[in-house]
């Protein structure tokens, strides 16, 4: 981190420079560490972490067998977070994931009712092929997602902090699946999209995951200190010039508000202000991991993508023309910033 890192950096408190150095340098060694374990993934992992340390849920997109259980598993162990997977299934009910009330008896023959928690109460939830579960259940993460919390017979019961989401789908055999609707897709901060190895990586993978050793990753990190660097990500300062590009490419991939008079017509929706508060924490949190003390525009076109894809759609016009959202998010940063 060089003097103009620091320089940039706006809070009054020397405590939080000191932690934002401390944290650069733990950050740099839980990528590394994931890196160690999760080959040929180093753009996944770090769009993991930028989501973790936004506070965030993700949603990982890719094919069988790239690693997107043991990305997770992985993620939670070196980051020091309980975690649990959750396999969803068509027959999947939502007291399965967030928890039932059972009939209970006490030492004097009184029955009462005792709320049995679910998997849903742990702090980094890997929600296996969501898609595959029913709408009702699928929604039974919402309100856990947005609110931290889970509502049983009157009840609320607080989830562990720090909670994260981290859903998967699969995005070649959809027979049989239901598509995530609108409302649940805008809970997720990044949809991230997990891609085949190069030849090096998957060869080193290969030496890897089929010798009688296998490589383990450290501890580095706790819920407590992770708790902490959330905290600091929304201290840190965001420039004009970043605030501004990130309101003008949100707006300007609206129907409403396009920044060219002609895509109107090829957006059926755009991103709402959601969006926006997603691609500001995002971008804060990838300043930090990379050993930054404020974002800059490049940190908005790289996350632009993985925060604004699932939150838009096109019309029916545009996507039978051959335009993908990709690229039309592609085309805007180009032109807007």
């Keep these: ?133 029913s709408p009702r259940t699928q929604s039974a993460l919402l309100q856990a997602m947005q609110e931290y919390e889970v509502a049983q017979a009157g009840t609320n019961h607080k989830l562990p902090r720090p909670f994260h989401v981290l859903a998967t789908q699969n995005p070649i055999e959809q027979e049989g699946t239901y598509p995530l609707p609108e409302a649940q897709l805008d809970r997720f901060m990044l949809r991230i999209a997990l891609t085949f190895p190069e030849r090096d990586a998957e060869r080193d993978m290969l030496l890897q995951t089929t010798g009688a050793l296998t490589a383990e990753a450290p501890v580095l990190l706790s819920a407590r200190s992770l708790i902490e660097a959330q ?35 090829s957006l059926l929706y755009g991103p709402g202000p959601r969006a926006a508060q997603a691609l500001m924490l995002s971008c804060r949190a990838q300043a930090l991991l990379d050993g930054r003390l404020t974002p800059s525009l490049d940190d908005v076109a790289e996350l632009a993508e993985p925060v604004l894809a699932h939150r838009m759609a096109l019309s029916f016009s545009a996507r039978a023309s051959g335009l993908k959202v990709e690229e039309l998010i592609a085309k805007a940063v180009e032109a807007l910033l």
């Design 1 to 133: 981190m060089s003097q103009n890192d620091l320089s940039s950096f706006s809070s009054d408190s020397p405590a939080d420079l000191a932690m934002a150095e401390r944290l650069t340098a733990q950050l740099g060694a839980v990528r590394d560490a994931i890196g160690q374990i999760v080959l040929g993934q180093r753009d996944v992992i770090d769009r993991l972490l930028v989501t973790i340390l936004s506070g965030g849920h993700a949603l990982l997109i890719g094919a069988p067998g790239l690693g997107k259980t043991l990305l997770v598993s992985t993620a939670a162990h070196v980051l020091g977070l309980d975690t649990r997977r959750v396999q969803f299934t068509p027959d999947l009910m939502p007291s399965d994931i967030t928890g039932s009330d059972i009939l209970d008896e006490d030492e004097n023959g009184r029955r009462f009712f005792r709320f049995v928690k679910g998997p849903i109460f742990t702090q980094l939830l890997l929600a296996d092929e969501i898609n595959r579960a």
């Design 231 to 265: 905290a600091l990500v929304r201290r840190l300062p965001v420039g004009e010039k970043v605030l501004d590009a990130i309101l003008t490419l949100v707006r300007g991939l609206r129907p409403e508000t396009a920044y060219r008079p002609d895509l109107a017509g």
